[in-house]
């Protein structure tokens, strides 16, 4: 029995090759987003996306996973359980931060589940702005991309005195340094909200 992260992720897949010209220009089809159309038709994008996690091992909080589509991208990501305590020194060993799904043709990443690994050199985190990277596992474990992240951090120890929210990613935004048209349009990102501050992850190879 075929489980229902590769049902979702087939139908997303079947139904974006009917967004080509071929198909718009059949007779009597509407106009309209082939692409957004098709994760709206897939049976469950967060309950696929929690199955893949699952069978990755990667734990994430399943009640707040957030997705996205749009003419240019099919996007559903959860924060990894457990992110929210962990200090932003951390980074420079890497940190899972998130488990993806991704299906955006201008991203020169393949369609596909993805664990997202946060890393950033030691000398420079600190409190504010700077840069890191993220890689792409796909479910064989494999980095299959890697990308230029922007890290904006109020503190780089855990919180102290009682609970605190869990991490949360959000999807869409302007990436920071996205100045140009062309920017914004390729500038899908995956935003971590963590209480030490956001991670800000394009889905673009640079």
Known sequence: ??????E?????ATLFLASSPVWAAAPGQASGSPLAESSLSCADLPGALSVAAQEAGVPIHAGRISTATSDLYVASAGAVVGLENISALQY????????V???SPSSNIPVGYYRLRATAKAGDIQVGTYSGSVGFFDLAGQEVARVVATFETTSVTTSE???VPPARVLIGGKPP?????????RGMVFRIW?????????AIVL
């Open 1 to 6: 029995m075929k489980s229902l992260t590769f």
């Open 8 to 12: 979702c992720a087939a139908l997303v």
């Open 92 to 99: 420079a060993q890497g940190v899972d931060v998130a488990f």
């Open 101 to 103: 799904y991704l299906d």
């Open 161 to 163: 005195g009682g609970p």
């Open 177 to 185: 340094g996205a100045a140009t048209l062309e920017d914004l349009l």
């Open 194 to 202: 963590l209480p030490s501050g956001v991670i800000y992850i394009p």
